[in-house]
């Protein structure tokens, strides 16, 4: 025997003749069904090779099984004369399960793969949420694999970044400390109370730019950018003069920027310790008359 079919169903329709056995093994013409529709060619095909075929029923049921239909090379046929024992269970145990595999420790969850360009800000989205890839792959393209519960990404079929899956919209993205370059990783270290604390260390001048950096948007994370870079002024050129500078900036202006205060320490070498506001030199004065001073020999001589 080089075959095995298996017979199954419990054929409704044709009730009460399915109910010795199923419907592929309705005899017709002295002949079960199956045998018209399907074991012609098997058992053209056996024939060849010197084998028959099995057909095996059972009810779907109760998985018990009724009967065997057996066919030699030459298409005769014979019903087993004594009815099966044990259940379909049990044929399991003895016959099947020693060829059977381990399940997998974890179920099978589907997931719906699309592909993305890694975007400047190194984010990909799942369509409601957005999700970090490392900042090296801007510009890529990449695997991007949803399940219910999770959100992959590969690269070369290699999997370089793994979220868990946000369940509701949410404005802002989920990313990950290791995807960021070094620069966003120190923004994020960034606080209000360390610039402020810094700037009184430094002076009353630098206090109040940092103040004025922190209040001028609509929230204190917009001034970080800057009180980071005059931070970074005060490093290269030292306090004293970083304190003078900004002095020397809100004396004229309520508006300072780290353009101008850097502009400022790059074109003076040294500046006052005490910045005042210059007051104009009025050379004249008698306004627009030029008076008699002015016709003396010479003129005016200051």
Same mark, same amino acid.
């Given at each position: ?45 056996? %024939? ?9 029923? $059972?009810? @779907?049921?109760? =998985? *018990?099984?009724?009967?065997? #239909? ?40 589907? %997931? ?9 800000? $190194?984010? @990909?989205?799942? =369509? *409601?949420?957005?999700?970090? #890839? ?169």
């Amino acid at each position: 025997m080089k075959g095995l079919i298996l017979a199954a169903g419990k054929g409704t329709r044709l009730y009460p003749m399915t109910k010795p056995m199923s419907k592929p093994l309705l005899p017709v013409y002295d002949k079960p069904m199956i045998y018209h529709n399907t074991l012609r060619e098997v058992l053209r095909k056996s %024939a060849q090779q010197q084998s028959g075929a099995t057909v095996f029923g $059972y009810w @779907v049921e109760n =998985s *018990r099984p009724f009967g065997v #239909v057996e066919f030699d090379e030459d298409g005769r046929d014979f019903f087993q004369t004594e009815p099966m024992t044990g259940t379909r269970r049990s044929a399991y145990l003895e016959e099947e399960q020693a060829y059977m595999l381990p399940l997998p420790i974890a179920p099978f969850e589907a %997931a719906v793969w699309s592909a993305a360009k890694v975007p400047n800000d $190194y984010l @990909v989205s799942d =369509s *409601r949420n957005k999700y970090s #890839v490392p900042y090296n792959l801007i510009g890529e393209k990449v695997d991007i694999r949803v399940t219910k519960t999770i959100v992959e990404v590969y690269f070369h079929g290699n999997r370089v970044a793994s979220h868990r899956r946000l369940q509701t919209k949410q404005r802002e993205p989920l990313m990950k400390l290791e995807h960021m370059p070094r620069e966003h990783q120190r923004y994020l270290a960034y606080n209000a109370e360390d610039f402020k604390t810094w700037a009184m260390s430094v002076g009353p001048m630098t206090e109040k730019t940092v103040q004025h950096f922190l209040d001028s948007g609509k929230a204190p994370q917009q001034g970080y950018k800057a009180c980071a870079s005059l931070k970074k002024l005060g490093d290269h050129y030292g306090r004293k003069r970083l304190e003078n500078a900004c002095g020397r900036v809100l004396a004229f202006t309520t508006t300072p920027s780290v353009r101008n205060i850097s502009s400022l320490l790059k074109n003076e070498r040294t500046l006052p310790d005490n910045p005042q506001p210059e007051q104009p030199k009025n050379i004249n004065h008698y306004g627009i008359t030029r008076g008699a001073a002015y016709f003396k020999k010479g003129g005016e001589q200051e």
